[in-house]
């Protein structure tokens, strides 16, 4: 790579970092360009979600066992799944947040999202308008595009005044 290319995506990486949201931690990740065959393959049943929310391992194990995702077959050929392996590798979590893989290689039972999460009921988890905390959309509106701030939350329909207070604040 000659000098000036490399000085251009540290700038671009330093002009990322300075919007990179909470858990991003060290890492610029938003707004990011995904990988079409992950768009593709990952992104019929539920949000493409960010790649940089779990480790390396934990897309790894994902990927070994599409046969048996969460209760659903989501197999994938062999090639497509290099393909994603090598893609998510390169753009996994790093650093603090990404130290340890989380149960069951959850982003919805990992340390920090159960952290930013802390203020919600569990009954909202159970809201019709909801269903599970996989279903990022159904509170983040921005959630397709990659964006999870507080200023971008929207109320799932039956949400009641006092499950609410983690909107408001
Ligand atoms: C056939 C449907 C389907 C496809 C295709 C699919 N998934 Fe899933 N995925 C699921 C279901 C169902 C769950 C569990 C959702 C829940 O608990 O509400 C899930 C959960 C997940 C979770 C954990 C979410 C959490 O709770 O934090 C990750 C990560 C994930 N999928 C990644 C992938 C990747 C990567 C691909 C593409 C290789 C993929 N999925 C393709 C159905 C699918
Ligand atoms: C039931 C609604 C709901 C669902 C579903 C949900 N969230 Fe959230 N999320 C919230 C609320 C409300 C907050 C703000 C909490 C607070 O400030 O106390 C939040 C905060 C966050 C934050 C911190 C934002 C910041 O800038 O501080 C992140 C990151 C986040 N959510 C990611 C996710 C991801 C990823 C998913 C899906 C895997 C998800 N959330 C699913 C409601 C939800």
Redesign the pocket.
Known sequence: MSPLPRMASRVIAWACLAIAPAWADDRPSTPQRLHPA?VA??????LA?PPT??PAA??HR??KG?DQ??????S?DEA??RQ?SAW?SANAGTGRRAAVA?P???????NW?VREHRDIPSAVWALPSV?????CPACHRGAEQGRFDDNDLVRPPGLTPAQGRAWSD
Do not use: N, Q
Not at 69 to 74: F, I, L, N, R, S
């Open positions: 992950y393959e990952c992104a019929s049943c539920h979600y929310m779990l934990s897309w994902i990927l599409l995702h969460y209760g659903v077959d989501a994938l497509t799944v994603l998510l989380p069951d290689d959850r982003i919805t039972r990992s999202f269903k599970s905390a996989a279903h």
